[in-house]
């Protein structure tokens, strides 16, 4: 049964920074793309940040220079470390797993709230 469980969210200052964990199980985690996504209330999904296979990452451009997402092979596990937060990082974070010709897997999400 796959899973994907992410933990590590909660209430943070502007400025502030959290490490996001997302625990994979029952794939081939290490031949996946896991990504990190966010949708904020009233808005769309958004892709935060990528990583493939191979270690290669992308980010989207709000997200540069202030978050870095990472990976353990050995424990099945995708990291996003998220510093200089602020007011427009508050959101559910979700985890996702993908591979060519397989549908994506979806944690549940985990909630930062960046606030005062």
């Known amino acids: 049964q796959v899973q994907l469980v992410e933990s590590g969210g909660g209430l943070v200052q502007p400025g502030g920074s959290l490490r996001l964990s997302c625990a994979a199980s029952?794939?081939?985690?290490?031949?996946?793309?896991m990504s990190w996504y966010r949708q904020a209330p009233g808005k769309e999904r958004e892709l935060v940040a990528a990583?493939?296979?191979?270690?290669?990452?992308n980010y989207a451009d709000s997200m540069k220079g202030r978050f870095t997402i990472s990976r353990d092979n050995a424990k099945n596990t995708v990291y996003l470390q998220m510093n200089s937060l602020n007011s427009e990082d508050t959101a559910v974070y979700y985890c996702?797993?993908?591979?060519?010709?397989?549908?994506?897997?979806w944690g549940q999400g985990t909630q930062v709230t960046v606030s005062s």
């Open positions: 029952g794939f081939a985690f290490r031949i996946y793309r």
């Open positions: 996702s797993a993908k591979r060519s010709g397989v549908s994506e897997y």
């Open positions: 990583i493939t296979s191979a270690g290669s990452t």
